[in-house]
């Protein structure tokens, strides 16, 4: 029976192989591992690459969205809105720095934070005091609007940003999933708000040996903090006029990360071209109201680091492919105000009803660009005779 993993990175690493050892031996040759050359080279090459001024390269993608709430004076007092329904490190950085998360609902189409829920929720809980948003209910300052771009496509940053510049807020952009992602006009994931974080887990479009990640920032003053924040705060060395933390990029992760950057749009075009080959197959097959294929708003570039449909019984049909030898898994299936963790933050079932629909609904399938069309055809199929 064909095997279909849900990803296989030894099939890409095949491909690369060649160039990564040699540049691996020349970082252990040198014994510079903290914050060298391949750093200083991947940071240039990433801001080119996502359309921003500065790239400051950090040890995850969780750790480059605490940094930039750091970088930006967030903390105990402070409200940041952002969807429900993503990975849990969005709103965990937001707690660990001392702020509250403050959920809204996700467009069901994208899966993205709802520009609409966003208006909602400051309409009917928030009020202007001395030209600041203050949270009645809590009496927090709302302070920061954290957008994710999930799954490889842009939020709708248009009436998002008309939003935070209504209000004063800073936007910090999760795009750990859409390196290379395009909203409208071309503009990249990660070069719209303030602040951009990008996560190099070795399962992204993107990925290092291990953990990684990045922010971007248009902002020189603030490229400049959140590069002496990641050092702890010093500048010079030894010298801290304020706390920072332990943030730095692995020089043998940079290396790594400047090969695949090459390959980057290739694998993009092969993600897309079987994201494509998966909707037509699924429209010619006539699933509709079984199995529905992920949305890529018109103009948008959606690169695809998952291909997440929404399927009737769900779980009976990841059961079904998994004995078929093909690998699924679920983003996500407790959206987060429904975690333990944040119980305290009062949430109950049916607060946020879209998050909890795609949680129980979606399921995500291999799009990984190695692929080959016998794999492709085989997930198809079998989707086919669940439903059948």
């Known amino acids: 029976m ?8 030894k099939a890409q690493f095949a491909e690369i192989r060649g160039e990564v050892m040699p540049l691996i031996e020349e970082v252990c040759a040198g014994q510079h591992f ?9 940071e240039s090459e990433l801001a080119a690459y996502t359309g921003c001024g500065f790239g400051i390269g950090v040890s995850s993608g969780t750790d480059a969205l605490q940094l930039a709430l750091m970088a930006l004076h967030i903390g105990a007092g402070d409200e940041v809105i952002t969807s429900s329904f993503t990975f849990f490190a969005t709103a965990g950085t937001i707690a660990r720095v001392g702020a509250r998360p403050i959920f809204c ?5 994208t899966y993205n934070l709802s520009p609409a829920a966003v208006r909602e929720f400051i309409e009917r809980r928030c009020v202007v005091e001395s030209g600041r948003l203050r949270n009645r209910v809590t009496g927090g300052r709302v302070v920061a609007l954290m957008p994710v771009h999930l799954y490889g496509q842009c939020a709708d940053m ?21 390196i290379g992602s395009e909203y409208l006009n071309g503009a990249r994931a990660g070069s719209i708000g303030d602040v951009g974080c990008f996560s190099f887990f070795p399962s992204k479009n993107l990925g290092a040996f291990g953990d ?27 010298y801290h006029a304020f706390i920072g933390g332990n943030f730095r990029i692995d020089e043998l992760q940079a290396a790594v990360l400047r090969v695949k950057l090459k390959y980057l749009d290739g694998w993009t075009d092969g993600r897309r071209r079987n994201a494509a080959h998966y909707d037509a197959a699924f429209a010619a097959a006539g699933f509709a109201g079984r199995v529905a294929a992920p949305r890529a708003v018109p103009g948008y ?5 998952q291909y997440v449909v929404r399927a009737t019984d769900r779980d009976g049909l990841r059961k079904f492919l998994a004995e078929r030898s093909i690998g699924t898994e679920i983003y996500y299936p407790v959206p987060l105000h429904l975690q333990e963790c944040f119980a305290y933050l009062g949430h109950r079932p ?3 009803p879209e998050s909890e629909r795609a949680a129980a609904e979606s399921l995500a399938l291999p799009v990984y660009p190695e692929l080959e069309r016998a794999q492709l055809d085989h997930v198809i199929e079998s989707i086919a005779a669940f439903y059948a």
């Open 34 to 42: 903290i914050l060298g050359e391949h750093v200083r080279r991947l």
């Open 158 to 178: 248009g009436p998002l940003m008309e939003i935070a510049h209504s209000y004063d807020l800073r936007v910090i952009e999760d795009a750990a999933q859409a």
């Open 105 to 109: 609902d996700i467009a069901p189409d």
């Open 350 to 352: 049916g607060d946020f």
């Open 2 to 9: 064909t095997s279909v993993p849900l990803l296989d990175l």
């Open 212 to 238: 990684a990640g990045l922010c971007t920032a248009n902002d020189e003053d603030l490229a400049e903090h959140l590069r002496v924040m990641r050092v702890h705060g010093g500048k010079p060395k030894y």
């Open 301 to 305: 570039r959606h690169i695809y680091n």
